[in-house]
């Protein structure tokens, strides 16, 4: 799997597209996506993968609010705000204007290495802000969330349970990996609790891009796997992968 190829360096290397590991539960969303929802929340709008799924989301007909520490000019989110996901200020703002039906939360920290160096940094924002997310939620009615989640739930699985399924045990060995992980056996209580519908996504190696959006992975290349190597191949520096004792042929991880 993609995580075990930063085994020495403990940056998270993440995969899309069809990879994707999903840990579901029913989410009303119709064949359309426009049956039975009209607006939706994005955390994370302005980034990569956020900026791709408001783009989708628009193009099926929905409305799209963007919530995100940067800037979004993106002419597909018809609302953005600026600011944490986590905020009581930010999110009375957008519940109070706009009907949401679904969250899709995406924003996070997500680096790996430094989730070992500062553990506080990242349940705060990771666990205890998307508490507050919620808690806004269903004051607000909003029962349909998504979660952007990780493979690093996995940790470094043995090598008699790869391929990793999603019945694959959970053993994360970051403190990134345990805050998501920590979100999932959160959201099944409140399934459980306050009926809450949601499914979480665990991602491996993301590439991919919309050159005539203007999308792609510009601000997080040096974490990511697939653009690594891309920028490797055309400027032709050496590209480096971490891990030579793996059970395998020549040593390194099997991956993609």
């Keep these: 799997p993609g995580m075990n190829a930063a085994r020495k360096k403990t940056t998270e290397y993440t995969h899309t597209n069809t990879d994707t590991n999903t840990h579901t539960h029913t989410l009303p969303l119709g064949s359309t996506h426009t049956d039975r929802m009209q607006t939706v929340l994005v955390t994370g709008g302005s980034g990569y993968i956020g900026s791709h799924t408001c783009f989708k989301l628009k193009e099926a007909g929905l409305t799209v609010v963007s919530v995100d520490l940067n800037e979004c000019k993106h002419p597909f989110v018809d609302e953005h705000f600026v600011g944490?996901?986590?905020?009581?200020?930010?999110?009375?703002?957008?519940?109070?204007?706009?009907?949401?039906?679904?969250?899709?939360?995406?924003?996070?920290?997500?680096?790996?290495?430094?989730?070992?160096?500062?553990?506080?940094?990242?349940?705060?924002?990771?666990?205890?802000?998307?508490?507050?997310?919620?808690?806004a939620m269903l004051d607000a009615g909003c029962t349909n969330f998504v979660l952007s989640s990780t493979c690093a739930t996995f940790g470094t699985p043995p090598q008699s349970e790869l391929p990793v399924t999603e019945a694959t045990s959970t053993r994360p060995d970051s403190v990134y990996g345990r805050s998501k992980l920590f979100l999932e056996m959160m959201l099944e209580d409140y399934k459980k609790i306050h009926g809450l519908n949601y499914v979480c996504l665990r991602y491996f190696n993301i590439a991919g891009a919309m050159p005539e959006h203007m999308l792609g992975d510009y601000g997080n290349c040096e974490l990511h796997l697939v653009p690594v190597v891309v920028n490797c191949a055309k400027s032709g520096k050496k590209f480096t992968m971490f891990g030579d004792d793996y059970n395998t042929r020549d040593g390194t991880c099997v991956g993609d």
């Design 84 to 135: 944490n996901f986590g905020d009581a200020g930010v999110l009375k703002s957008i519940f109070e204007k706009h009907n949401i039906e679904c969250v899709f939360h995406l924003a996070a920290w997500l680096d790996v290495g430094e989730s070992m160096k500062d553990c506080n940094k990242y349940y705060v924002n990771n666990v205890a802000n998307t508490l507050h997310l919620l808690a």
